[in-house]
Each structure stands twice: as structure tokens, then as C-alpha cells.
């Protein structure tokens, strides 16, 4: 059976993930509802606004969210460098590749950090419970390399789930599950547009889309086979409002303005896929 309607969220940091909440609440202001999607596959950021989409939540309520810092993880900005310049490999296959950036992360546990990340995504998701929509969360395995996919029949806790898919090295700590720890889920293959295979209408909303080469999301698109494919990343004044750090507080509130204001330019193409996908099914 096939799926109507997908959303795939990828991820994009703290200002990624305060442009896709203005994005969504701006097209919903306008009539459009990403929320409807039959399937939202979340990684990263997009773990995190998938998760307020498909529990039902207005996105419109993380407007200001880097005002309430209550749960701070202090970046590690070498390890990060480190992480990208596993990376940056070419020579490593992928999944060397993510054992060594596992590798690095579970190379500093801070217990603290575990407790603050927890909390933290806790009260931006705003829920503890998975919801009845289909929603997967991607996450890779620190130790072996390998990804996950976790959905509410997992066994996994929301909130873990949504903590280790957004658990970036040197930006976040891995996140513990049933004796085994866990990172983003980027690690994966960027948005993990792939495991919405099936769908006739796939909406991507790729927040770091101005970052990385188009080869890699173009080859995912193709495996998922979709009729009408709609892609979104940020315009030029939206990556303006990004600044150089992705994991910066202060831009928050100015990328999440940027998502609300993009809403208008999209909304027009948008409505029109969500519409003639509902019509269909």
C-alpha cells in the first residue's frame, strides 16, 4: 500500500530547527497543515519540529523558544572538527566512517550533558508519547556505525528517540538507550529522504540545502519514486539570518522569522501539492 502524503524534515542545527517551526507555522497561517502528512520521517532538527507536527502541536510555539535557555550543552567546537574531518573522508566507506565519528563522541561522556539534552528536547517537543501518525526517527549506532530507524513500535522512548537523532559530536552527547548510545541521525545519509520510498507526494524541507552537494539528495528522491516531489530549503535572506553558527542561541529567533516570512513565497506551489495529494487520496 502506498503512501499519499510525505514529509521528510532534515536536519540543521539550532537555526534549522527555528526556520522549519516558522516555515511550518507560516504555511499553516496560510491554509496549509505539513502536520496532515501521512508520514513524517524526522532527523536532527527535523526530528525535533516531525515530532510537534505529528503530535498535533502549532510549531508556532518554539517562536521564541531560545529565550527559556533553562537546558545549555556547552559546544566542543575541536571535536567537532574532528568529527568533520572524518567525514570529509573520501577514502573511508560510510560506515568506517561513522564508527570513527562514533568513536570521537563516546570518547568524552559527561553525565550532566546526558541529563540537560534529555531535558532539553523534552520541552521543545513538548510531548512523551509517540503519536498515532507515522512518524520515524533516525539515529546511528555509537559504537557499531549502524543506523536506526525507530518508530512508536520500537519500544524507544519519544524523547530519547529525539535526543539521540539530534546528537550531533562536539555539539551534543550520545544519548543512552537500553545499554547502547546513539547520535544524529544526519550520520545516516543527510535527510533520509530514502525511507519515505512509496509515497506519491513527497514534500523534503532540507534546512542546510545551501551547505552540501544536490548529488546525494537527488539519488534519494529517485529511490523514493514519488509522482510530485517538492523540495525547500532556505532562500538567500533566510541563510542570511543563519549566521556562521548553526548552533548559535541568538539566531534563533531570527531564523524562525526567516522560515514564517519563506512561508509566503512557498505556500502558493505547496498548497496546491497538499491539496491535489488529499484530493487524490
Same mark, same amino acid.
Given at each position: ?5 510525505? /514529509? ?20 499553516? *497561517? ?22 510537534? /507536527? ?7 510555539? /518554539? ?40 568513536? *570521537? ?11 540537560? @539534552? ?39 522512548? &519519544?524523547?530519547?528517540?529525539?535526543? +539521540? ?17 546513539? &547520535?544524529?541521525? +544526519? &550520520? ?8 519515505? +520510498?512509496?509515497?506519491?507526494? @513527497? ?7 545551501? *551547505?552540501?552537494?544536490?548529488?546525494? *539528495? ?64
Amino acid at each position: 500500500m502506498r503512501t499519499d502524503r510525505a /514529509l521528510v524534515l532534515g536536519p540543521g542545527g539550532h537555526v534549522g530547527t527555528a526556520w522549519m517551526a516558522g516555515l511550518a507555522h507560516g504555511l499553516r *497561517l496560510h491554509g496549509t497543515d505539513l502536520g496532515e502528512a501521512d508520514l513524517i520521517v524526522g532527523t536532527s532538527a527535523g526530528a525535533i519540529v516531525g515530532t510537534l /507536527l505529528a503530535t498535533g502541536q502549532d510549531p508556532g510555539r /518554539l517562536a521564541t523558544a531560545a529565550r527559556r535557555p533553562a537546558h545549555r550543552i556547552e559546544a566542543d567546537p575541536a571535536r567537532m572538527g574532528q568529527v568533520f574531518a572524518v567525514l570529509g573522508d573520501r577514502s573511508l566507506e560510510p560506515d568506517e566512517a561513522r564508527r570513527r565519528v562514533g568513536r *570521537l563522541a563516546l570518547d568524552s561522556i559527561d553525565p550532566q550533558a546526558d541529563e540537560a @539534552l534529555i531535558a532539553g528536547r523534552a520541552a521543545l517537543i513538548g510531548a512523551d508519547r509517540w503519536p498515532e501518525r507515522r512518524l520515524l526517527i533516525t539515529a546511528v549506532d555509537a559504537t557499531t556505525g549502524e543506523p536506526v530507524v525507530w518508530d512508536r513500535d520500537s519500544g524507544v522512548p &519519544l524523547v530519547s528517540a529525539v535526543a +539521540a537523532s539530534s546528537a550531533f559530536p562536539g555539539a551534543a552527547p550520545p544519548v543512552a538507550i537500553d545499554g547502547r548510545r546513539y &547520535l544524529d541521525g +544526519a &550520520l545516516r545519509s543527510g535527510t533520509n529522504a530514502d525511507l519515505a +520510498a512509496g509515497a506519491r507526494t @513527497l514534500v523534503v524541507v532540507e534546512p542546510m540545502a545551501h *551547505l552540501f552537494p544536490r548529488e546525494p *539528495l537527488n539519488e534519494q528522491l529517485a529511490a523514493v519514486g514519488a509522482d510530485t516531489v517538492v523540495t525547500i530549503g532556505p532562500d538567500p535572506a533566510s541563510v542570511r539570518a543563519f549566521g556562521s553558527d548553526p548552533g548559535d542561541p541568538a539566531a534563533w529567533e531570527p531564523a524562525y522569522q526567516a522560515g514564517l516570512r519563506q512561508a509566503d513565497e512557498a505556500v502558493a506551489q505547496l498548497r496546491s501539492t497538499w491539496r491535489t495529494a488529499t484530493e487524490a487520496g
